[in-house]
């Protein structure tokens, strides 16, 4: 009877194995600390391949395309000012053809025609600059013709709107001189002609070159020679 209730008494024997509590903590800290696998670089996206990737052209044309194209130019000039200008030009031509015609018959000797041609040139193209030029001309043409005193009011006048400008400066020197007897003053033109282009004192220089008339090359004789 005893044995029979050491017997009952006795716990109750698992038929589960027992576990080593060292596996078991081994078992929680392998759970608890196993990395996790690493994420491959080849597989997340990379911007600058995908940059680089990308066509040079897409990079070329992308802001004119994002912008889209003008089918129209735009053009600053409206045709009321093209058509001005084209006649602005057409006019000064013509301005200049006559200014040559009138150096070219002062070349040839013909005083009376270049003054012709150097007056129209004056009255008609006034407000262009070049028509200060025709004004020498013709200045040098009245002198040679017999109006010397125009002549020598046009080269008074001239010398200051084209003021640094030695054909003028040297004309109106010889004339001072000779026919005003002005020796200081035609020294004073004479010296800014010569600054500027020391040529003036070469008398074949104003007679080949520059087509003087012959009375102004005789005054312009005068003056270099104090005679």
């Not at 057409?90 to 000797?109: F, T």
């Not at 270049?114 to 007056?119: E, G, I, N």
């Not at 109106?172 to 026919?179: F, G, H, I």
């Given at each position: 009877?005893?044995?029979?209730?050491?017997?009952?008494?006795?716990?109750?024997?698992?038929?589960?194995p027992l576990r080593n509590p060292k596996n078991r903590r081994r078992i929680q800290y392998s759970h608890q600390t196993k990395p996790s696998a690493p994420i491959s670089r080849a597989q997340?996206?990379?911007?600058?391949?995908?940059?680089?990737?990308?066509?040079?052209?897409?990079?070329?044309?992308?802001?004119?395309?994002?912008?889209?194209?003008?089918?129209?130019?735009y053009d600053p000039v409206t045709p009321s000012e093209r058509d001005a200008s084209a006649l602005i030009s057409q006019r000064v031509s013509l301005g200049v053809e006559l200014l040559e015609k009138g150096r070219e018959l002062q070349a040839q000797g013909d005083f009376n025609g270049a003054l012709?041609?150097?007056s129209?040139?004056?009255?008609?193209?006034?407000?262009?600059?070049?028509?200060?030029?025709?004004?020498?001309?013709?200045?040098?043409?009245?002198?040679?013709?017999?109006?010397?005193e125009e002549a020598i009011a046009e080269m008074e006048d001239v010398s200051i709107s084209l003021k640094g400008y030695p054909e003028v400066h040297a004309a109106l020197a010889a004339a001072l001189y000779a026919d005003k007897h002005a020796a200081l003053l035609a020294e004073n033109q004479f010296t800014i002609a010569t600054l500027l282009d020391p040529h003036f004192t070469d008398i074949s220089y104003v007679r080949d070159t520059k087509h003087w008339p012959p009375s102004l090359i005789s005054s312009l004789q005068h003056f270099i020679t104090l005679s």
């Amino acid at each position: 009877m005893v044995g029979a209730c050491r017997a009952s008494a006795a716990p109750p024997i698992s038929h589960l194995p027992l576990r080593n509590p060292k596996n078991r903590r081994r078992i929680q800290y392998s759970h608890q600390t196993k990395p996790s696998a690493p994420i491959s670089r080849a597989q997340t996206p990379n911007r600058r391949l995908f940059l680089l990737s990308l066509p040079l052209s897409g990079f070329l044309f992308l802001p004119f395309q994002a912008f889209g194209e003008s089918d129209t130019e735009y053009d600053p000039v409206t045709p009321s000012e093209r058509d001005a200008s084209a006649l602005i030009s057409q006019r000064v031509s013509l301005g200049v053809e006559l200014l040559e015609k009138g150096r070219e018959l002062q070349a040839q000797g013909d005083f009376n025609g270049a003054l012709q041609y150097f007056s129209q040139v004056i009255e008609s193209y006034k407000d262009l600059a070049f028509s200060e030029y025709a004004r020498v001309g013709r200045a040098l043409a009245l002198y040679e013709v017999g109006d010397r005193e125009e002549a020598i009011a046009e080269m008074e006048d001239v010398s200051i709107s084209l003021k640094g400008y030695p054909e003028v400066h040297a004309a109106l020197a010889a004339a001072l001189y000779a026919d005003k007897h002005a020796a200081l003053l035609a020294e004073n033109q004479f010296t800014i002609a010569t600054l500027l282009d020391p040529h003036f004192t070469d008398i074949s220089y104003v007679r080949d070159t520059k087509h003087w008339p012959p009375s102004l090359i005789s005054s312009l004789q005068h003056f270099i020679t104090l005679s």
